[in-house]
């Protein structure tokens, strides 16, 4: 049975408010479902912009096996975004005057806010969570933000409640003989993470592991392609830069006997859990062969830096660089020195509270002036709200020890939206590819000359497959901020079917647009003209700075969709991208095209040959 609380019970329109679905899945468990149609942050994790749903579980109250009674418990609550809805629906299963428990998977400020919301209205409430989890919970309790000038005095906080504190992995009885062990899964970006496992159900409460953010009110998944695209922008986004740590959950989860995976963001894994288990061990091979690696030190205070640092992590990890993403607030001195000594880049960031930077980052910077290899590149980033003293201490301190920067210190207002984001991500994309261009140029060196696959026959062969020449554009609205836009130049551009009419085009992982070529979207690909080629490929072959306009200062017509046409083109298509397959460093994109046009009757198709299938 399913009910919605705070909204239509029709299907999400993107229009739609959110709102919480109550869907029982067991006779004493519910599944509190949030539901959010729309993009309303610009964390990199979101640019699919599919909403998304926060998913908490209850097991109702009762008694143990040997007769105890057991309190209601609450797994995984949501942000203080969807607080309204979700205490209605709450409110109904579980009067305010009883006791709750309620096991905190993730913690941040904004889950902490809903807390302290929740032990107003539910005065008997105790926690569960992890050590590290405990220790988060206690800092930010009575942290809030001071009231605006003019603003009414912010009401008094409810006292902290009780804190079952999970150390290690345990169990606790929940009412009809069900048992849930507790998992603590701690990771540099949620290191208070603690999954949840139900045994007689086999369900796994994963919190933020196997997420995807698609806003869909069925529990699970239809099968495992519908879902794909979504868990690997998240993995992509979110666990790429931890990867050493999410295989050694992974390990542990392999052992439990589960029938259903069900993560905080997006539908439940029924059929399938073990293939993205594999999937997740899968796509974390290629960061942890990585011989490169940029270390990424950070600590943030309301997860603004933290979004700074995904965006900078996606950009590197995009061109096959491993990322090694410390939090710096619980990480160990010897893990601290070992990622400083090793790395190849050092990339650190800071909040400013109260005019200063936090100890854990302070402490830090001590260490990267001490180990620190002068020759390899850094970078400062950070969030302030006022002021940015804490960007400041730490660029003057690298640059007084003698380090040379990567990219001029990133310092955003409050939290960044989707333009700067992207800025941010194609900033760590152009560290990336500095790094491996270095690399080669080093192998180049010690080979002494050119890489002996350049008179490889069968590389000399694939080299005389030949290809149009085209510039590929997309142009993509983003909420609250300016179209996001991208081009870049594509050769490997072939027909792939007649009905319905489509093509495949073959995308780098670290260009720029990639990231605007998921299932669903739009493009342009112009078709060059033979002869009149060298104007558009100056253009969009050179290099553009991180965040740059790639159409300024362009007179630009537009397709019926509104993506960008370049006049000089011989022909236009506009397509949507219905599939994608990943090719080793490059993405397949199949698309349909739905309009189109011939500019230049008259003229011939510019082609692009080869030498060699070992570059462009």
Known sequence: MTTSIGGSPAQAAPTAERRVLVIRLEPTLVCLRGLSPRRSRFEVEYGLERGTTANSFLFEQGSTSTGHTVPPVLIHPPGMTYAEPFFAALAELVPSHEALKVVVGVVNPNRVELLRALAARWPNLALVASNAGAKLVRELWDQRRPPAPGAPELAPLPPQPTIDVVKQEASRPLAGGLQLRLIPAPTPRWPGALMAFEESTGLLMSSKFFSAHICQEGFAEANRSSTEEDRRWFYDCLMAPMARQV??????????????????????????????????????????????????LYASAYGNTATIADGLARGVSRTGVRVESINCEFSEPDQLQAAIRSCDALLIGSPTLGGHAPTPIVAALGTVLAEGDRTKPVGVFGSFGWSGEALDLLESKLRDGGF???????????????????????????????????????????????????????????????????????????????????????????????????????????????????????????????????????????????????FAGLELEHTPGGQPVLPEALAWLEATVQQRMECGDHWLIYAQAQEGGVLDPEGTTAVHQRRTGSNY
């Open 247 to 296: 295989e050694t959950v992974l390990d542990r989860i392999d052992e439990l006997p589960i029938r259903t995976i069900a993560p905080f963001h997006g539908p439940a894994i029924a059929e399938s859990w073990r293939s993205l288990l594999a999937d997740y061990r899968r796509w974390g091979e290629g960061q942890n062969r990585s011989r490169l690696s940029v270390a990424l």
């Open 404 to 550: 040379q920067f990567a990219f001029e210190p990133i310092k955003v207002k409050f939290s960044p939206d989707a333009l700067a984001l992207k800025a941010i991500e194609e900033t760590g994309t152009a560290l990336g590819r500095e790094l491996q261009s270095a690399r080669k140029r080093q192998e180049r060196r010690s080979g002494g000359g050119l890489h002996e696959s350049l008179s490889d026959p069968a590389l000399k062969a694939l080299g005389r497959v030949v290809g149009s020449l085209c510039v590929l554009t997309a142009q993509k609205s983003a909420a609250d901020s300016p179209d996001l836009g991208g081009a870049m130049v594509a050769s490997w551009v072939s027909q792939a079917s007649f009905s319905p009419p489509g093509f495949t085009v073959a995308v780098a992982k670290d260009r720029a647009v990639e990231g605007l070529l998921h299932i669903g979207d739009q493009f342009a690909l112009n078709v060059l003209a033979a002869g009149r080629e060298t104007g558009p490929m100056k253009r969009f072959l050179k290099p553009f700075s991180p965040g740059a306009d790639r």
